[in-house]
């Protein structure tokens, strides 16, 4: 099995996540520059909220849509499944959040949680159009269409921020001024209409295949089953990668925990180009794996999964080493808002990402959990998850209420090493995959450059 034969996929998901690398540099450099410190610490908390929402739809509601939905005789009915089952999630969970949102933000201590709860349903039902079609763009491979439906929604965002901010100071390089233009209303208006436009764009590409029928063509028993062990675990590895902001509030609590959920909040950001690129190449190696075992090929899916890890794990390697030699210190203070620099005291943005950067080094390993939810044993990985995430909050309550905000980020990377070393224990174990095999893009790598300086 060689990368070779599906390089075209490769190549549009390194384009639409590098989408997501920009689309990070410009909320650092032109968004979090145009809103107040702490104001930005609760709207991320807002969009933490929003995705970790969908987190739930996806696992619960979506998955079946690549697992159940590629054969045209059962994907009507599976559609009808999901897309009920997401309407239901929608609603069960967007109307507590809105007729509790007081007594959230006393919990949270936080009044600002009243605005953002009040928006939330907003936010949610205008993203449902968008990630049903990412679904489905998902399941038929086409990753060409999914990087213009992510570009529709990040490029409208920037490009907004960018029309305002000129319009108001009559100057271009105004963009990339410290100046407060934006407070949490006005902010949301820009990521709703961004995210209807992307809805639009995504189910123009997908039209075809929203198709729902009620005639049963699948037990829903089936779906339920595989859905919910999948639902827990992807909740569990939500909690630390989505809710740590929220945790950073409620242990530190007021303005204070807002201004380090806001400046942490960049330094995930930046720490976005590992997650999104890991990320996407699970979105290959899942429904490839998938085929692969429906066919009794297992051997090419443990091929296909030890490639791709290696050459993450090999990038990642080189990059961090880059970062380290003082390329990130300079790409920061080119970036970073003056006010970001300010309040270096609560939590440092450099120091919280070069903590982070160690994560990235595991992060490349949780992707084996896509060959076994592909071998249908998402328990497992739900399991493995349960454990990493107790560890992990733990050590975010402890830092947080001993007050060692400038190793907050350690709760992160105690998550990612944790469930990296599991599943390569695991994987093993039950897949008999060995390290040296984590490593053949040195092998590849290698061959390819003796062969090169023998033309």
Do not use: C
Request: aromatic letters at 14%; glycine letters at 4%.
């Amino acid at each position: 099995m060689k990368i070779t034969g599906n390089i075209d996929k490769v190549a549009w998901t390194l384009l639409d996540k590098g989408t997501f690398v920009l689309f990070a540099i410009a909320v650092i450099k032109i968004i979090m520059s145009s809103i107040s410190v702490s104001d930005w610490g609760v709207f991320s908390q807002l969009i933490s909220i929003n995705t970790f929402i969908f987190v739930i739809i996806d696992s619960l509601a979506l998955q079946s849509v690549i697992q159940y939905g590629q054969e045209e005789k059962t994907a009507p009915f599976v559609n009808t499944i999901s897309m009920s089952i997401l309407l239901s999630l929608a609603l069960l969970i967007s109307i507590p959040a809105s007729i509790f949102k007081e007594e959230i933000a006393w919990v949270m201590q936080e009044d600002r949680y009243i605005t953002i709860l009040s928006l939330l349903p907003l936010m949610i039902f205008s993203m449902i159009p968008r990630f049903f079609s990412i679904k489905f763009l998902y399941r038929d491979l086409e990753y060409k269409k999914l990087f213009f439906t992510n570009l529709s929604y990040f490029g409208a965002i920037t490009i907004s921020i960018v029309a305002i901010k000129t319009s108001v100071f009559s100057d271009l390089s105004a963009i990339f001024n410290d100046n407060i233009l934006f407070d949490i209303d006005s902010l949301f208006d820009i990521y709703l209409y961004s995210a209807l436009f992307s809805s639009l764009i995504g189910y123009l590409f997908t039209y075809k295949s929203w198709k729902f029928s009620l005639i049963k063509s699948i037990p829903i028993k089936t779906i339920l089953n595989f859905n919910t062990p999948i639902a827990i675990s992807s909740i569990l590895h939500s909690v630390p990668k989505l809710l740590d902001t929220l945790i950073i509030q409620f242990t530190l609590g007021g303005n204070i925990g807002a201004q380090v959920a806001g400046i942490y909040s960049g330094a995930k950001i930046l720490m976005r180009g590992f997650e999104d690129l890991t990320s996407a190449i699970y979105g290959i190696i899942y429904p490839l794996s998938r085929k692969y075992i429906a066919r009794g090929e297992l051997d090419n899916a443990k091929v296909l999964i030890t490639k791709a890890i290696s050459y993450m794990f090999l990038f990642f390697i080189v990059i961090s080493i880059v970062l380290y030699s003082g390329v990130l210190d300079t790409l920061i203070n080119v970036i970073l808002p003056a006010k970001y620099k300010i309040e270096s005291n609560l939590i440092d943005i450099l120091t919280s990402f070069k903590i982070l950067v160690i994560a990235g080094i595991a992060l490349p390993f949780t992707t084996i959990a896509g060959l076994i939810n592909a071998d249908e044993k998402p328990i497992v990985v739900a399991k493995i998850t349960g454990v990493s995430v107790t560890l992990s909050s733990l050590l975010f309550l402890i830092l947080g209420y001993l007050g060692f905000t400038q190793l907050i980020p350690l709760g992160l990377v105690m998550f990612y090493v944790s469930i990296a070393l599991s599943y390569i224990f695991y994987a093993r174990k039950y897949y008999d995959i060995q390290l040296k095999e984590y490593l053949r893009a040195l092998h590849d790598t290698s061959s390819f450059i003796k062969n090169k300086s023998h033309l």
